[in-house]
C-alpha cells in the first residue's frame, strides 16, 4: 500500500490581518477541491442509483451478445465474456469498494487517532513500546494480513475491511503521535493542566479539536489509497466474490480477453479506480489547503 | 555501537514470538475443523474423539503451539492437506521463487525511486518536475493488476520484446539470461508502488537540503552544482533513503504477490492463494510465517545498516 504524503506536523501560524474567509467559501475557491468533491460526489450518487441507472442487469448473462465491442447498440461500453453490461456492471461495481473503504478508513482513523493521543501523552517507556509497535505495522507487508484473513474468515468484504483497518491504523498513529506531541508542549495545554484539567479532559476537550482538521484531510487520502489496493485484492480473489460486480474483481475477469481485442472489459473498471482514487487525493489536497493554510 | 546492534537482534524476538502465535492462531480460529474436514461424516463421536486424540487435538492450545512449532522449526511444517506432500516441499521452492522477484522488484525501487526523485528535485517548479509529479501521481493511483495487463499487452503482444510470464522459456536453455529477462516485467510491476513513494520522498530531501544553509555556502564559494549534488546533498540524502528502503520491503512484498499470478510467476503468492481456496492450513501457515519472518529480518537488516551508516555511533559516542 503506498502512502499519502505525510502532512507536516502543525506549525503555528500567525493570524492572518485581514479578516479571513469562511472555510466554505476558501472550499470554492479551490479549484482542486471542488473538482475532487464533485467527482465524488457524483460517483457516490451513480452508486446509490445504480438500480434505476443500470440499462441491464449487471450478472444477467446473455449468450447472443457476447463481447460486444465499446458503443455497440444497447451495450455501450461493450459486454463481457458472459455478455453481461459492462456499463451496468460498472455502475454496480464501486459499491462495496467505497462503502468498505469509507467505514474501515474512518474506523482506523479513530483508533489510529486513539493510540497516537495515548502515546503521546502516555509515560517514555509505555509510548516508546506502543510507537515501536506502530513502525513495526506500518511496514508490515498487509498482503499477509489479507491472505490471513481470508483463510480465516473466507474471502469477502470483511477480508478487504480487515486489511484497509490493519493498514492504515499505523499511518493515522504516527501522524497523531506527531501532532500530537507539538501540541503538549503549546501554551493553551500548559494554561488548561493549570486552572486544575485532568489529562484526560486536556486531550478530549483542547488538543482532539486542534488534531481534527489534520486526521480528516489524512483519511481523505487514504480512502482514495485503498480505494486502488481493494481493487487489487478483489481482483486477487480475496475481497468481492463472484457473480458480484466490483471493479477490482472486473479487472481480472477482463484479463483474459484484454489483449484478444476487447481491452474495455478490464480497462473502463481501471479507469474508474484510477478517477476515484485521484479525486480523493485531490479532495485531500484540497482540504488541506483549506483547513490548514 | 556492538550493543546496540546487540540489542536489537534480542528485540525481535519477541516479535517473532507475538508473529508465530498469530499465525498459529490462523488455523485454531479457521471455519474448517481439521478432524470434521478429513473425515467422512459417518463416524461416531467416539471414533473422532480417538482420531483427536491420535493427532494431539485434545491437549491444550500450549502444548499444540509448542509441537506445531517445533514442527515448523524442524522442517518447515507439517503435510499439506490437499496435495498430501511435506509443505517445506511446497512452500520453500516457491519462496526462492518470489525472493527472486522481491530483488528484483527492490533493485528497480531503489534505482528509478532515486533518479526519479532526483530529476525532479533539481529541477524543483520546472516543466520536468510537474510532469513527473504528474506522472506519480497517475501512476500510485493505478490499480496493479490492470497495470501489470498492460505491460504485457505491451511489452509481448504487440511488441515481442519481452515473455509474457512464467520463469523461464520453455523451449530455451533455461539460462540466466532468459530468467533475467523473464524477471523485468514482473519486476517493474511490482515495484512501482514502492518506487514512487521512494521518488517522492528524495524529490523532497532534495529540494529540502538544496535550500539548506551549507548548500548556499558552498554555491557561494563557488562550487559546481554537480559537485555539491553528488559530494553533499547525495550523502546527506542518502540515510533516509535507506531507511524509506527498508520500510517500503513491506509493501514491495504486497506488490510481488499481487504480480505472480498475472504474470504467473510461480511463487508464493500463487501458493498461497490456491491455500487459501482449498483451506489448506498448514501451507497457508508456513508459507505467512516464512515471509512474515523474513519481512522481519530484512526490516533488522535495515536497522543495522542505518546505525553503520550513522556517524555519531561509528565514531563510538552513545
Given at each position: 500500500m503506498s502512502a499519502p504524503t505525510v502532512p507536516a506536523a502543525g506549525a503555528e501560524t500567525t493570524a492572518p490581518p485581514r479578516p479571513r474567509r469562511s472555510a466554505l467559501a476558501r472550499f470554492a475557491r479551490n479549484r482542486e477541491a471542488v473538482l475532487g468533491f464533485a467527482v465524488i460526489a457524483a460517483v457516490v450518487a451513480v452508486s446509490v442509483l445504480a438500480p434505476w441507472l443500470a440499462p441491464h442487469d449487471p450478472n444477467a448473462a446473455d449468450a447472443e451478445s457476447v463481447l460486444a465491442p465499446t458503443g455497440s447498440a444497447g451495450h455501450l461500453l461493450g459486454t463481457d465474456e458472459q455478455g453481461r453490461d459492462v456499463l451496468s456492471r460498472l455502475l454496480y461495481g464501486g459499491r462495496t469498494a467505497l462503502v468498505v473503504s469509507v467505514v474501515s478508513v474512518t474506523a482506523a482513523l479513530v483508533a489510529g487517532t486513539a493510540v497516537g493521543l495515548f502515546a503521546?501523552?502516555?509515560?517514555?517507556?509505555?509510548?516508546?513500546?506502543?510507537?515501536?509497535?506502530?513502525?513495526?505495522?506500518?511496514?508490515?507487508?498487509?498482503?499477509?494480513?489479507?491472505?490471513?484473513?481470508a483463510a480465516v474468515v473466507r474471502p469477502g468484504a470483511w477480508v478487504l475491511a480487515g486489511t484497509v483497518v490493519f493498514g492504515a491504523v499505523p499511518?493515522?498513529?504516527r501522524i497523531v503521535f506527531a501532532e500530537a506531541r507539538v501540541e503538549r508542549e503549546k501554551d493553551y495545554v500548559e494554561a488548561a493542566r493549570s486552572l486544575g484539567a485532568s489529562e484526560?479532559?486536556?486531550v478530549c476537550t483542547e488538543v482532539l479539536p486542534n488534531l481534527a482538521s489534520s486526521v480528516v484531510i489524512y483519511g481523505t487520502s487514504l480512502v482514495g489509497v485503498n480505494i486502488v489496493f481493494t481493487a487489487s485484492?478483489?481482483?486477487?480473489?480475496l475481497g468481492v466474490q463472484p457473480p458480484d460486480a466490483d471493479w477490482g474483481r472486473m479487472i481480472s475477469e477482463g484479463a483474459k480477453v484484454l489483449v484478444t481485442g476487447s481491452p474495455g472489459v478490464a480497462t473502463f473498471p481501471a479507469l474508474a479506480v484510477l478517477l476515484v482514487a485521484l479525486a480523493f487525493n485531490w479532495l485531500g489536497d484540497g482540504l488541506r489547503d483549506v483547513l490548514n493554510p | 555501537m556492538a550493543r546496540r546492534i546487540l540489542w536489537r537482534l534480542v528485540n525481535v524476538v519477541p516479535l517473532l514470538f507475538v508473529i508465530s502465535l498469530l499465525v498459529f492462531f490462523i488455523s485454531q480460529a479457521g471455519p474448517a475443523d481439521p478432524v470434521r474436514g478429513a473425515l467422512s461424516q459417518k463416524m461416531s463421536p467416539a471414533q473422532i474423539e480417538q482420531i483427536r486424540q491420535a493427532y494431539g487435538l485434545d491437549r491444550p492450545a500450549w502444548a499444540q503451539y509448542l509441537s506445531w512449532l517445533k514442527d515448523m522449526v524442524a522442517h518447515g511444517g507439517g503435510v499439506s492437506l490437499s496435495l498430501r506432500s511435506p509443505v517445506s516441499g511446497i512452500v520453500f521452492p516457491a519462496f526462492r521463487n518470489t525472493l527472486l522477484l522481491v530483488a528484483g522488484a527492490t533493485l528497480l525501487t531503489v534505482v528509478l525511486g532515486v533518479a526519479i526523485g532526483f530529476v525532479a528535485g533539481i529541477?524543483?517548479?520546472?516543466?520536468?518536475?510537474r510532469v513527473t509529479m504528474l506522472l506519480v501521481q497517475v501512476g500510485s493511483n493505478?490499480?496493479?493488476?490492470w497495470l501489470g495487463l498492460i505491460i504485457i499487452y505491451l511489452?509481448?503482444?504487440?511488441?515481442?520484446?519481452?515473455?509474457?510470464?512464467g520463469m523461464h522459456d520453455l523451449r530455451g536453455d533455461g539460462g540466466f539470461g532468459d530468467l533475467l529477462l523473464h524477471l523485468v516485467a514482473p519486476s517493474f510491476a511490482a515495484s512501482l508502488v514502492s518506487t514512487l513513494i521512494i521518488a517522492r520522498f528524495v524529490r523532497a530531501a532534495v529540494i529540502e537540503s538544496e535550500r539548506s544553509d551549507y548548500v548556499r555556502t558552498y554555491r557561494s564559494q563557488g562550487f559546481g552544482r554537480a559537485a555539491i549534488l553528488g559530494k553533499h546533498v547525495g550523502r546527506n540524502v542518502l540515510p533516509p533513503i535507506v531507511n524509506i528502503t527498508g520500510l517500503t520491503v513491506g509493501s514491495v512484498i504486497t506488490g510481488v504477490v499481487f504480480v505472480e499470478t498475472i504474470f504467473s510467476w510461480p511463487g508464493i503468492g500463487s501458493v498461497l492463494l490456491n491455500a487459501i481456496a482449498a483451506s489448506d492450513y498448514p501451507v497457508i501457515q508456513s508459507g505467512v510465517l516464512l515471509v512474515a519472518v523474513t519481512f522481519v529480518l530484512v526490516?533488522?537488516?535495515?536497522?543495522?545498516?542505518?546505525d553503520l551508516l550513522n556517524p555519531r555511533l561509528r565514531h563510538g559516542a552513545a
Open positions: 503521546a501523552f502516555a509515560g517514555r517507556r509505555a509510548s516508546g513500546a506502543l510507537m515501536r509497535l506502530v513502525d513495526l505495522m506500518f511496514a508490515f507487508p498487509v498482503i499477509l494480513v489479507a491472505l490471513s484473513l499511518y493515522v498513529a484526560a479532559a486536556i485484492l478483489s481482483a486477487l480473489g | 529541477r524543483h517548479g520546472r516543466l520536468a518536475d493505478l490499480p496493479i493488476y511489452t509481448a503482444v504487440e511488441r515481442r520484446w519481452l515473455p509474457a510470464g526490516n533488522l537488516a535495515t536497522d543495522v545498516v542505518l
